[in-house]
Protein backbone atom coordinates (compact mmCIF):
# COMPACT_ATOMS: atom_id res chain seq x y z
CA UNK A 1 0.00 0.00 0.00
CA UNK A 2 2.91 2.36 0.97
CA UNK A 3 4.24 2.11 -2.50
CA UNK A 4 1.29 2.75 -4.15
CA UNK A 5 0.65 6.30 -1.95
CA UNK A 6 4.25 6.94 -2.72
CA UNK A 7 3.67 6.59 -6.37
CA UNK A 8 -0.11 8.88 -5.87
CA UNK A 9 2.55 11.48 -3.62
CA UNK A 10 5.30 11.26 -6.87
CA UNK A 11 2.89 12.27 -9.13
CA UNK A 12 0.16 14.65 -7.40
CA UNK A 13 1.53 16.25 -4.00
CA UNK A 14 3.72 18.68 -6.08
CA UNK A 15 6.27 18.43 -3.08
CA UNK A 16 9.59 20.33 -2.76
CA UNK A 17 11.39 16.76 -2.06
CA UNK A 18 11.80 13.50 -3.73
CA UNK A 19 8.96 11.52 -2.35
CA UNK A 20 11.60 8.77 -1.47
CA UNK A 21 13.62 10.71 0.64
CA UNK A 22 10.64 10.83 2.73
CA UNK A 23 10.17 8.76 5.89
CA UNK A 24 6.31 7.31 6.56
CA UNK A 25 5.84 9.76 9.35
CA UNK A 26 7.34 13.02 7.94
CA UNK A 27 4.99 15.74 7.49
CA UNK A 28 3.71 16.45 3.66
CA UNK A 29 2.72 20.13 4.43
CA UNK A 30 5.76 20.71 5.52
CA UNK A 31 7.38 19.57 2.47
CA UNK A 32 5.57 21.63 0.30
CA UNK A 33 2.13 20.39 -0.19
CA UNK A 34 -0.22 22.75 -0.65
CA UNK A 35 -4.53 22.29 0.34
CA UNK A 36 -5.13 22.49 -3.65
CA UNK A 37 -2.62 19.58 -4.15
CA UNK A 38 -3.94 17.52 -1.29
CA UNK A 39 -7.27 17.85 -3.46
CA UNK A 40 -5.63 16.30 -6.22
CA UNK A 41 -3.91 13.44 -4.06
CA UNK A 42 -7.26 12.23 -2.04
CA UNK A 43 -8.70 12.42 -6.11
CA UNK A 44 -6.57 10.29 -6.73
CA UNK A 45 -5.85 8.07 -4.22
CA UNK A 46 -9.75 7.14 -4.47
CA UNK A 47 -8.78 6.23 -7.73
CA UNK A 48 -6.21 4.02 -6.76
CA UNK A 49 -7.70 2.48 -3.80
CA UNK A 50 -11.45 2.34 -5.21
CA UNK A 51 -12.42 4.26 -1.92
CA UNK A 52 -14.21 7.52 -1.13
CA UNK A 53 -12.61 9.65 1.54
CA UNK A 54 -15.92 10.57 3.65
CA UNK A 55 -16.54 13.84 4.78
CA UNK A 56 -15.17 12.69 8.62
CA UNK A 57 -11.85 11.96 6.73
CA UNK A 58 -11.35 15.42 5.59
CA UNK A 59 -9.06 16.86 7.99
CA UNK A 60 -5.38 17.51 7.98
CA UNK A 61 -4.22 15.08 10.26
CA UNK A 62 -5.64 12.19 7.37
CA UNK A 63 -3.14 13.26 5.20
CA UNK A 64 0.19 14.92 6.90
CA UNK A 65 2.34 11.46 6.64
CA UNK A 66 2.70 8.41 4.82
CA UNK A 67 1.66 6.42 8.02
CA UNK A 68 -1.79 8.74 8.30
CA UNK A 69 -3.12 8.26 4.73
CA UNK A 70 -1.97 4.25 4.94
CA UNK A 71 -4.16 4.13 8.35
CA UNK A 72 -7.02 5.59 6.58
CA UNK A 73 -7.07 3.66 3.62
CA UNK A 74 -6.72 0.73 6.02
CA UNK A 75 -10.23 1.58 7.72
CA UNK A 76 -12.05 2.05 3.72
CA UNK A 77 -10.49 -0.09 2.01
CA UNK A 78 -11.15 -3.96 2.92
CA UNK A 79 -8.23 -5.74 3.48
CA UNK A 80 -8.59 -8.37 0.84
CA UNK A 81 -8.57 -5.51 -1.51
CA UNK A 82 -5.67 -3.82 -0.59
CA UNK A 83 -3.22 -3.34 -3.52
CA UNK A 84 0.56 -3.79 -2.74
CA UNK B 1 -4.96 42.92 -9.77
CA UNK B 2 -7.98 44.32 -7.77
CA UNK B 3 -7.31 47.68 -6.17
CA UNK B 4 -9.64 46.32 -3.31
CA UNK B 5 -7.02 43.59 -2.55
CA UNK B 6 -4.10 46.14 -1.89
CA UNK B 7 -3.24 47.19 1.67
CA UNK B 8 -6.44 49.08 3.70
CA UNK B 9 -5.59 51.02 6.50
CA UNK B 10 -8.13 52.55 8.21
CA UNK B 11 -8.08 56.31 9.69
CA UNK B 12 -9.81 57.73 12.26
CA UNK B 13 -10.39 61.70 12.91
CA UNK B 14 -8.39 62.44 15.71
CA UNK B 15 -10.07 62.26 18.93
CA UNK B 16 -12.51 59.90 18.12
CA UNK B 17 -11.77 56.60 19.78
CA UNK B 18 -10.96 53.33 18.24
CA UNK B 19 -13.95 50.72 17.42
CA UNK B 20 -12.31 48.55 20.03
CA UNK B 21 -12.26 51.07 23.27
CA UNK B 22 -15.68 51.29 24.15
CA UNK B 23 -16.78 52.76 27.18
CA UNK B 24 -16.58 50.41 29.78
CA UNK B 25 -20.19 48.95 30.18
CA UNK B 26 -21.10 49.28 26.94
CA UNK B 27 -22.00 46.03 24.62
CA UNK B 28 -18.62 44.64 23.55
CA UNK B 29 -18.25 45.34 19.86
CA UNK B 30 -18.40 42.54 17.11
CA UNK B 31 -15.08 40.67 16.64
CA UNK B 32 -13.15 40.22 12.85
CA UNK B 33 -12.00 36.89 11.93
CA UNK B 34 -10.21 37.02 8.62
CA UNK B 35 -9.09 34.44 6.47
CA UNK B 36 -6.84 34.78 2.68
CA UNK B 37 -5.53 32.21 0.59
CA UNK B 38 -3.76 32.14 -2.99
CA UNK B 39 -4.64 29.40 -5.72
CA UNK B 40 -2.17 28.82 -8.65
CA UNK B 41 -4.97 29.14 -12.06
CA UNK B 42 -2.78 26.55 -13.94
CA UNK B 43 -3.54 23.83 -10.75
CA UNK B 44 -6.68 24.11 -11.36
CA UNK B 45 -6.74 23.90 -15.04
CA UNK B 46 -4.40 20.78 -14.93
CA UNK B 47 -6.69 19.24 -11.99
CA UNK B 48 -10.13 19.84 -14.63
CA UNK B 49 -8.20 18.38 -17.22
CA UNK B 50 -6.59 14.96 -15.11
CA UNK B 51 -9.98 14.59 -13.14
CA UNK B 52 -12.70 16.12 -14.59
CA UNK B 53 -16.56 15.97 -13.28
CA UNK B 54 -15.29 13.76 -10.14
CA UNK B 55 -12.79 16.88 -9.48
CA UNK B 56 -15.65 19.65 -10.12
CA UNK B 57 -18.46 18.14 -8.37
CA UNK B 58 -16.95 17.44 -5.64
CA UNK B 59 -15.32 20.78 -4.85
CA UNK B 60 -17.97 23.15 -6.56
CA UNK B 61 -21.49 23.77 -6.13
CA UNK B 62 -23.83 23.79 -9.38
CA UNK B 63 -24.10 27.64 -9.01
CA UNK B 64 -20.57 27.77 -8.47
CA UNK B 65 -19.94 25.74 -12.16
CA UNK B 66 -22.66 27.76 -13.74
CA UNK B 67 -21.25 31.32 -12.82
CA UNK B 68 -17.93 30.52 -14.18
CA UNK B 69 -18.09 29.66 -17.89
CA UNK B 70 -16.60 30.43 -21.57
CA UNK B 71 -12.80 30.06 -22.46
CA UNK B 72 -10.99 27.32 -20.66
CA UNK B 73 -8.95 29.84 -19.10
CA UNK B 74 -11.69 31.98 -17.96
CA UNK B 75 -13.18 28.91 -16.36
CA UNK B 76 -10.20 27.86 -14.43
CA UNK B 77 -9.34 31.47 -13.09
CA UNK B 78 -12.71 31.95 -11.51
CA UNK B 79 -13.22 28.67 -10.27
CA UNK B 80 -9.03 29.05 -8.70
CA UNK B 81 -10.70 32.05 -7.40
CA UNK B 82 -13.90 30.24 -5.90
CA UNK B 83 -11.17 27.66 -4.24
CA UNK B 84 -9.34 29.80 -2.65
CA UNK B 85 -12.37 31.72 -1.08
CA UNK B 86 -13.06 28.35 0.07
CA UNK B 87 -9.69 27.96 1.74
CA UNK B 88 -9.86 31.48 3.12
CA UNK B 89 -13.24 30.61 4.63
CA UNK B 90 -11.56 27.47 6.40
CA UNK B 91 -8.75 29.91 7.63
CA UNK B 92 -11.80 31.92 9.18
CA UNK B 93 -13.47 28.58 10.28
CA UNK B 94 -10.39 26.97 12.18
CA UNK B 95 -12.11 23.24 12.30
CA UNK B 96 -11.32 21.79 15.65
CA UNK B 97 -12.68 18.44 13.90
CA UNK B 98 -13.24 17.71 10.45
CA UNK B 99 -13.37 19.60 7.95
CA UNK B 100 -16.53 21.02 6.58
CA UNK B 101 -16.82 19.52 2.75
CA UNK B 102 -16.02 22.46 -0.06
CA UNK B 103 -19.30 21.81 -1.23
CA UNK B 104 -20.55 23.43 2.21
CA UNK B 105 -19.11 26.78 1.24
CA UNK B 106 -20.51 28.73 -1.65
CA UNK B 107 -19.59 31.81 -3.64
CA UNK B 108 -23.02 33.07 -4.79
CA UNK B 109 -22.74 35.62 -7.30
CA UNK B 110 -25.33 37.90 -7.99
CA UNK B 111 -26.79 39.31 -11.48
CA UNK B 112 -24.57 42.36 -10.32
CA UNK B 113 -21.51 40.40 -10.31
CA UNK B 114 -20.98 41.23 -6.27
CA UNK B 115 -20.12 37.58 -4.21
CA UNK B 116 -20.81 36.94 -1.04
CA UNK B 117 -19.90 33.08 1.28
CA UNK B 118 -23.07 30.92 1.55
CA UNK B 119 -22.09 28.32 3.94
CA UNK B 120 -24.50 25.44 4.93
CA UNK B 121 -24.25 21.66 6.51
CA UNK B 122 -21.13 21.44 7.88
CA UNK B 123 -19.31 24.98 7.48
CA UNK B 124 -22.90 26.63 8.85
CA UNK B 125 -23.01 24.65 12.04
CA UNK B 126 -19.00 25.58 12.73
CA UNK B 127 -19.81 29.14 11.99
CA UNK B 128 -22.75 29.05 14.03
CA UNK B 129 -20.41 27.60 16.82
CA UNK B 130 -17.89 30.53 16.82
CA UNK B 131 -21.03 33.18 16.42
CA UNK B 132 -19.99 34.55 13.03
CA UNK B 133 -22.95 36.92 12.40
CA UNK B 134 -21.72 37.63 8.51
CA UNK B 135 -19.25 36.94 5.91
CA UNK B 136 -17.71 39.46 3.44
CA UNK B 137 -15.92 38.08 0.67
CA UNK B 138 -13.37 39.22 -2.24
CA UNK B 139 -12.48 37.56 -5.33
CA UNK B 140 -9.21 38.65 -7.13
CA UNK B 141 -7.31 37.23 -10.36
CA UNK B 142 -4.17 38.37 -12.65
CA UNK B 143 -1.95 35.68 -14.64
CA UNK B 144 -1.43 32.87 -13.17
CA UNK B 145 -3.02 33.71 -9.68
CA UNK B 146 -6.26 33.62 -7.95
CA UNK B 147 -7.11 34.98 -4.56
CA UNK B 148 -9.60 35.00 -1.72
CA UNK B 149 -10.39 37.38 1.28
CA UNK B 150 -12.66 36.30 3.93
CA UNK B 151 -14.22 38.56 6.63
CA UNK B 152 -16.81 37.53 9.33
CA UNK B 153 -18.11 39.49 11.80
CA UNK B 154 -18.62 37.37 15.52
CA UNK B 155 -21.16 38.43 17.85
CA UNK B 156 -20.51 36.34 20.81
CA UNK B 157 -18.72 36.41 24.14
CA UNK B 158 -14.96 34.79 24.30
CA UNK B 159 -15.16 32.37 26.75
Redesign the interface.
Known amino acids: MEDEIRRVLTEHARLAVDVNQLGNDDDLFEAGMTSHANVNVMLALEEAFDVEFPEATLRRSTFETIAAISATLSQLTPAADVAG | MDDSLMGAVMYLPEGQPAPHSEAAGAPAPPRVLVGV ?1 L ?2 VA ?2 AA ?1 IE ?2 GD ?2 LQ ?2 FTEHELASCHGHPDTVAAGLAAR ?1 AAK ?1 AT ?1 KVLK ?1 E ?5 WRSMEVHRAPSGACEMRLTD ?1 AARRAAELGITDLAVSLSHEGDLAAAVVVALVDKEVD
Do not use: K, W
Not at chain 2, 97 to 101: K, L, N, Q, T
Open positions: DTREVSRFRYRLFEIPAARPEG
